[in-house]
């Protein structure tokens, strides 16, 4: 399948690069304000280009070249580097002004692909001053108003054409379990456990790793291909929540696997970046299994506060197998592939016709559907049609919401029937005439 590419919005402060990713995203996620250096962090949201064509956009903080004891800078830099296009935004009214240049200087040694967005262009200055920009030597030049909309569309037929080739990821014949998890959690420590071998980097520093190491391994008749995702870089001294950060660095390779083994401290307990993750995992339909790793430094009381804290998470991803280890001594990690082998087995999992109409009727008698528009929902016929995560097609009289709550109680049903824990479930709901 292919990746999903991602494009970050940079620029100096206060040219309205939150306005763009609000604008683009159609919500209000980007704390918008006219004082320079509002967004301090980066923070991501996915755009749908055209059907069946999501590009991820991401919203950065001002670069303010020169001193940087916060970090600030650094975090421009990084989502940079994990881009494969930049929006660069300069503002139309005041004209290329020494910052915007400056600025440019330190984004062109990426050699990313870019377009140059004009912001403000309902303004007579910047429709005046529009060529000046030429002079930074950027072909793709834009003309918007981030404000009230203008040229939003240009953009995101520009986007379309600027967009790199993404290439399709070859299924590789081994399963894919992607080790996904906050930094310095042991993730690489963990890989290298259970692959036998020291092919991943480990390093007390957080974000040592850089780039995803695919190991290929075999076990007894079966192969496995693991993927190290690229380490989340700790931020120091800079406030507000890491989850983007944690999401968007292992996307990628969650993206490319087909099971996640999601590494938690056992010292710090489930996290709010622990959660974010998770989140990406199941938004991306992936099998999950959890690791808790350094558990056998945890005492009775660090460890019963360690339950409490699981609890949302094991909600989250539906019951997912889970083994507490240590990847420094080797404990419980064989015990992994018990889980890994068990998701694999219930993510790619395949039901004849009948066996599932007969499990959706007992489902249906124990609990009677609700009235919609006025009639009670009937099921008609359901019917599998994809694995990899199980997905149902379900033919009723009504359609049912997303998020309603019977939808939900039809979904955790089939789960529990079919021992499906950590796995999503997807239910195509098709109106039809009887």
């Known amino acids: 399948m292919p990746l999903t590419p991602t494009v970050a919005i940079v620029g100096r402060p206060n040219v309205g690069k939150s306005t763009l990713f609000n604008r683009l995203l159609g919500r209000r996620q980007a704390i918008v304000h006219d004082l320079p250096g509002i967004t301090r962090d980066r923070i991501t949201g996915t755009v749908e280009l055209a059907e069946d064509r999501p590009i991820q956009i991401v919203d950065t903080g001002g670069l303010v070249p020169g001193d940087d004891p916060l970090g ?31 600025v440019w200087s330190h984004f062109r040694r990426f050699n990313k692909p870019t377009v140059l967005v004009v912001n403000k262009g309902d303004t007579r200055e910047a429709q005046s001053r529009f060529s000046e920009f030429y002079s930074l030597g950027i072909d793709r030049q834009i003309l918007l108003s981030a404000e009230h909309g203008g040229g939003i569309g240009d953009l995101r037929e520009a986007l379309a054409l600027a967009l790199p080739e993404i290439p399709d990821i070859p299924t590789p014949d081994a399963p894919a379990i992607a080790i996904v998890g906050r930094p310095n959690v042991g993730k690489s420590s963990i890989l290298n456990k259970i692959s036998g071998q020291n092919r991943a980097l480990v390093s007390p520093v957080a974000g040592t790793t850089r780039d995803p190491v695919d190991t290929l391994i075999t076990r007894g008749d079966k192969s496995y291909l693991l993927i190290d995702t690229a380490g989340i870089r700790r931020r120091s001294q800079v406030s507000g929540a890491p989850e983007e950060l944690a999401v968007m660095m292992a996307r990628r390779q969650i993206e490319r696997s087909q099971v996640a083994v999601l590494v938690i401290d056992a010292a710090a307990g489930v996290t709010s970046s622990d959660l974010a993750i998770a989140g990406s995992i199941w938004e991306l339909g992936r099998a999950a299994v959890v690791a808790i790793n350094k558990w056998d430094l945890l005492d009775d009381e660090r460890r019963e506060k ?100 019977y939808r939900r109680y039809l979904e955790n049903r089939l789960r529990e029937e079919l021992d499906l824990p950590g796995v999503p479930v997807r239910l195509v709901v098709r109106r039809r005439t009887e």
């Not at 650094?74 to 989502?79: G, N, T």
């Not at 494969?84 to 935004?89: C, E, P, V």
């Not at 049609?385 to 997905?391: L, R």
């Open 306 to 405: 360690l339950e409490l804290s699981f609890e949302r998470l094991d909600e989250l991803l539906a019951s997912p197998g889970r083994v507490n280890a240590s990847a420094l001594s080797g404990r419980g990690i064989e015990k992994l592939w018990g889980p890994i082998d068990r998701a694999l087995a219930a993510y790619n999992l395949k039901l004849g016709t009948g066996q599932l109409n007969r499990l959706f009727e007992g489902f249906i008698r124990k609990v009677a559907p609700p009235a919609l528009g006025g009639a009670p929902w009937r099921l008609y016929y359901a019917t599998q049609v994809s694995t990899a995560p199980p997905t149902f097609m379900l033919f009723a009289n009504r359609a049912l919401p997303r998020n309603h709550h």
């Open 72 to 102: 600030l800078n650094q975090q421009v830099f990084l989502a940079i580097e994990e881009s494969d296009l930049l929006l660069f935004i300069v503002d139309g009214k005041q004209g290329l002004v020494s910052a915007d240049e400056e």
